[in-house]
T-cell receptor
Framework: AQSVTQLGSHVSVSEGALVLLRCNYSSSVPPYLFWYVQYPNQGLQLLLKYTTGATLVKGINGFEAEFKKSETSFHLTKPSAHMSDAAEYFCAVDQGGKLIFGQGTELSVKP | DTGVSQDPRHKITKRGQNVTFRCDPISEHNRLYWYRQTLGQGPEFLTYFQNEAQLEKSRLLSDRFSAERPKGSFSTLEIQRTEQGDSAMYLC?????????????FGPGTRLLVL
């Protein structure tokens, strides 16, 4: 069975600083990986996904993630944080059509 | 594309009561998923449909839970004899599932509180 681990349940950065949210996965087959964002009292919105091909994936709102098979990682980054980035972020792996999510990382952005 | 919609957005009920939630997927999406999210956790898969057929159910889905998608369009999730442990956000998602790794589009969720 596949699984996802997000290191750090809470990350705090200053506005304009680099954002790095960590995700490691466990999968016996080539994984399909996703990052979703959730704002308070809302559903999940797709930021980006990795399927095949280029290992550096660009998403919405300036986010990107790099698939590293050797490290079984899919970390999410953004060069410069904005106040509007404050939200909960979830990494997920596709397991036969259903998504297996990590526990989430809450991102706080300080002015 | 009006997105995935869910109704109601919030539901407060007393323990032992039955509740039913509705999900309307994006039109022409043939896959529909239900997830449950408790506070501070990531969503957990409950069940999914391919058109009207329910293809998989999680062991999280006890006998008190039932889901239907009678005409392959909207879906309902019913919880009978609710318990306080059922308090959670119930999320619905849909996808076209033409091929692997299709994106799942999520609705805003129904937040259930069982008193």
């Amino acid at each position: 069975a596949q699984s996802v681990t997000q290191l750090g349940s809470h990350v705090s950065v200053s506005e304009g600083a680099l954002v790095l949210l960590r995700c490691n996965y466990s999968s016996s087959v080539p994984p399909y990986l996703f990052w979703y964002v959730q704002y308070p009292n809302q559903g999940l919105q797709l930021l980006l996904k990795y399927t095949t091909g280029a290992t550096l994936v660009k998403g919405i709102n300036g986010f990107e993630a790099e698939f590293k098979k050797s490290e079984t990682s899919f970390h999410l980054t953004k060069p410069s944080a904005h106040m509007s980035d404050a939200a909960e972020y979830f990494c997920a792996v596709d397991q036969g059509g259903k998504l297996i999510f990590g526990q989430g990382t809450e991102l706080s952005v300080k002015p | 594309d009006t997105g995935v919609s869910q109704d109601p957005r919030h539901k407060i009920t007393k323990r032992g009561q039955n509740v039913t939630f509705r999900c309307d997927p994006i039109s022409e999406h043939n896959r529909l998923y239900w997830y449950r999210q408790t506070l501070g956790q990531g969503p957990e898969f409950l069940t999914y449909f391919q058109n009207e057929a329910q293809l998989e159910k999680s062991r999280l889905l006890s006998d008190r839970f039932s889901a239907e998608r009678p005409k392959g369009s909207f879906s309902t999730l019913e919880i009978q004899r609710t318990e306080q442990g059922d308090s959670a956000m119930y999320l619905c998602a849909s996808s076209p599932r033409v091929k692997e790794q299709e994106t799942q589009y999520f609705g805003p969720g129904t937040r259930l509180l069982v008193l």
